[in-house]
């Protein structure tokens, strides 16, 4: 059975920094790239970022590049993203996926507020 499960999401305030992680199990995890895709309130799926299979390459969505960073642990098959500087408009349910597939995780909730 594939699994994705995201970890790490909280309530922090302005300003601080967050590591997400996804712990995934049932597939082949550096046979894919990996994304992570996010939602805020009442808005659509929003791409933040992937990571190639060895994690050498990675791409962000323009406004977040600077404070966002993906990373990956094969042995540990687990997929991470660090944030710095959370801003309010970065509250929303963060997902892993593995990318050109439907394997998608749970999510895990993100509110930056004061």
């Known amino acids: 059975e594939v699994q994705l499960v995201e970890s790490g999401g909280e309530l922090v305030q302005p300003g601080g920094s967050l590591r997400l992680s996804c712990a995934t199990s049932g597939f082949t995890f550096d046979d894919y790239g990996m994304s992570w895709v996010r939602q805020a309130p009442g808005k659509g799926l929003e791409w933040v970022g992937s990571i190639n299979w060895d994690g050498v390459t990675t791409a962000y969505a323009a406004s977040l590049k600077v404070r966002f960073t993906l990373s990956r642990d094969n042995a540990k098959n687990t997929l991470y993203l660090q944030m710095n500087k959370l801003e309010s408009g970065d509250t929303a349910v963060y997902y892993c996926?593995?990318?050109?597939?439907?394997?998608w995780g749970q999510g895990t909730q993100v509110t930056v507020s004061s």
């Open positions: 996926a593995a990318v050109t597939s439907d394997y």
